[in-house]
């Protein structure tokens, strides 16, 4: 095994523990912080700060390097404009998440957890995500 | 509004964040990659050259994980309400819209925030207004 490919095994680990911690694997608790107007759980804004409050320095202590310290070649986007793609998408993302609680992440750490709910919504996802790549591919989204 | 104080669990939020975030850290600072997972999945879909390794390590991590917590504790609550239908519906939403949107909760969510990008911000701003709306919708519009 590469070292990056163990690196990346234990960053997928932390992070798959961090949204069994935090609570974000558990849609009805994600469905709580998105249900302003009903009884609201405010959690999930405390589990962005955490995470943010640890990945800001970081990213901008690396920021200026141009290698990772196992010698890659960092691979940050670029990209600053705000396109058509970028909101809508992110709004068709948003009414899914809202519908089920999931979003990426967490649908596939409750899928190794051996929920069978889970694993049909990831599955589902996979082939959303397949469907943009065929769209992708004949040039209708530019990406 | 009103906030249900029986539900709110404010340190173990903080503390998984934090893992989030340190987890983020490593992928960026050892692999020099953005851990963004509709991003890796998406990828892996894709099949980006040189690029495939990494973004398996970093899903067979994400799946094992609740394994891994097994070995120390019982696993928290997975509460799944939605039927087969609508998880079917939902998921194709969250794969194509990740897609087109090119971000998820953690690509834009905690790496794009936390690199200050104007399009992350937008696009947070985007998906988290939407679950509000899609969420103020199902259960109060349309009474759930």
């Given at each position: 095994m590469k070292r990056t490919h163990f690196s990346a095994l234990a960053a997928g680990l932390l992070f798959g523990l961090g949204l069994l911690l935090s609570g974000m694997a558990n849609p009805e608790k994600v469905l709580?912080?998105?249900?302003?107007?009903?009884?609201?759980d405010p959690?999930?804004?405390?589990?962005?700060?955490?995470?943010?409050?640890?990945?800001?320095?970081?990213?901008?202590?690396?920021?200026g390097h141009s290698q990772s310290l196992l010698g890659e070649e960092n691979n940050l986007p670029t990209r600053?404009?705000?396109?058509?793609?970028?909101?809508?998408?992110?709004?068709l993302f948003g009414v899914g998440w809202g519908l089920a609680g999931f979003c990426p992440g967490p649908a596939i750490v409750a899928t190794g957890a051996g929920q069978s709910k889970a694993l049909v919504f990831a599955l589902a996802m996979l082939a959303g995500m397949g469907l943009y790549h065929l769209l992708n591919r004949?040039?209708?989204t530019p990406a | 509004m009103t906030i249900d104080w029986n539900a709110f669990?404010?340190?173990?939020?903080?503390?998984?964040g934090a893992l989030i975030g340190l987890a983020s850290a490593l992928l960026l600072?050892?692999?020099?990659?953005?851990?963004?997972?509709?991003?890796?999945?998406?990828?892996?879909?894709d099949r980006t050259a040189g690029e495939t390794g990494w973004r398996r390590a970093f899903v067979l991590g994400l799946l094992l994980s609740p394994l891994v917590w097994l070995l120390f504790a019982a696993l928290p609550p997975i509460r799944i309400e939605a039927g087969y239908p609508l998880l079917i519906a939902?998921?194709?939403?969250?794969?194509?819209?990740?897609?087109?949107?090119?971000g998820c909760t953690s690509g834009h969510g905690v790496c794009g925030l936390s690199r200050l990008s104007?399009?992350?911000?937008?696009?947070?701003?985007?998906?988290?207004?939407?679950?509000?709306a899609t969420v103020f919708a199902t259960r109060h519009l349309l009474g759930g």
């Open positions: 709580g912080f998105l249900d302003l107007a009903g009884a609201w959690s999930l804004a405390l589990v962005m700060a955490g995470a943010i409050g640890v990945a800001l320095p970081v990213f901008r202590l690396a920021r600053r404009d705000i396109d058509r793609p970028l909101v809508i998408g992110s709004l004949r040039g209708r | 669990t404010p340190w173990s939020a903080l503390a998984g600072l050892l692999n020099g990659r953005i851990a963004g997972i509709s991003g890796i999945l998406g990828g892996l879909i939902a998921g194709l939403l969250v794969g194509i819209g990740t897609r087109y949107g090119s104007p399009r992350s911000l937008v696009a947070t701003l985007g998906f988290m207004g939407a679950g509000f």
